[in-house]
């Protein structure tokens, strides 16, 4: 699956909203409370409308619909109708006539009406001809839906036991859920290794993983220690450290790369441990810099796609370092209820990114002080002892080595 457009009417606070998609990364930008993740939510409904026609586990599998809190206000009243619609193309299949690109919508026309899929029969006989294939067993490849909430590992689900094997599906268990069961994650890697040591044969799930996190953590591998009954990390250096140890924003890029990978896997195990790279699929992810060291932050987009090069991305950010990092992909900044292309700013300086984001480079507490050292410079009393104390002022409140500090040592030069 591989979204191509999505266009909104009455959802939450957009009256009419449009947008086109990269087939690979995608950012949406904007201060909080202008709509990113209700685009998220959006996408979250249209993404789901695959469930329509697959068996439904209860708990586990069940099809996202538009709800009450999702209709958009207008003096207090609600707006109707809220409609969600999608385009998108679809892996082909043996026993699929239709079209490979395909529309679909699903709506909610009245108060407390039900989200209707009458006009979502291309991707309901899509999904139903996909629970035929998976039924017969022809290993055809399903893809990989997940969406992974601000809250995602603070929202335990809380499972009993680690299911045994068994159906494909599996894969979609809960993966559009705000809640996530990162512990089920984790058993399912202990019994991988459990059984990896009865059969004597390598676990082609535990590759798929190991090979994936390696993208993204900068590890060696992730080893499940018996006698200790704990996941760890493992570097290069013989360095290990327990999960439970671990910083937050390691700990969630960890969990959260683990889960992608594993649903690859369950989805097609008939890939191996190529799955989380032949896998396509859609991945909303709401603030990927969260928790994150500016470090990781300057990585984490690319390393995902080469961890997972034929998913999509959908995510949101306020993170300047993610922006300057990615190329071949779309921005947009949200704002006003609308949305904007936002150009790429690959390379670009943190400072300047948020300029164009418009946000202030620096607190406004230091800014005069900044702008009265500048024009200093610029008439040429950048040597002064007025100027010299106001420097010293500057770098106590912003660092000796601020970047706009810098450029002002590169200004002070030529005078």
Known sequence: ?????????????FQELKLELHPHFNVLLGVNGTGKTSILEALRVAIGSL????DKYKNRIEVPGIVNDDVRLDHLEQQFPVEVYARGTMEPLQEHF??????????VETRGGRTRYGEATQILDYARALQRSVRAGKGENLPLLAYFSTDRYKKERHERKVLKSGTRLRGYYNALDQRTNIKFFLDLYMTETLDQFQTGEKSPALEAVNTAVRQCVQCKSVT????????????????????????????STLAMVMEIAYRAYLLNPHLGADAPLKTSGVVLIDELDLHLH????????NDLRRA????????????PLIISSLSDCRIFSIADNQVYDFPLQTGR??????????????????????????????IGNGHTDEAKKLRKVLEGLMGANHAELKRADMLLSFY
């Open 1 to 13: 699956m591989n979204l191509e457009s999505i266009a909104l009417r009455n959802f939450k606070c």
């Open 51 to 54: 469930y329509l026609g697959l």
């Open 98 to 107: 239709g079209p490979n690109t395909m529309a679909w919508m699903r709506s």
């Open 224 to 251: 499940y220690f018996v006698k200790q009954q704990e996941i760890s990390l493992e570097y290069e250096n013989g360095e290990r450290m327990p999960f439970h140890l671990l910083s937050d924003g390691v700990r």
């Open 294 to 301: 500016p470090e990781w932050q300057r990585h984490v987009a």
């Open 308 to 319: 997972f090069p034929n998913l999509q991305f959908v995510v949101t950010t306020h993170a």
């Open 349 to 378: 300086d943190a400072n300047y990114i948020l300029q164009q984001m418009d946000v202030p480079a620096m607190d406004e507490a230091y800014e005069a002080k900044f702008v009265k050292y500048m024009h200093m410079i610029e």
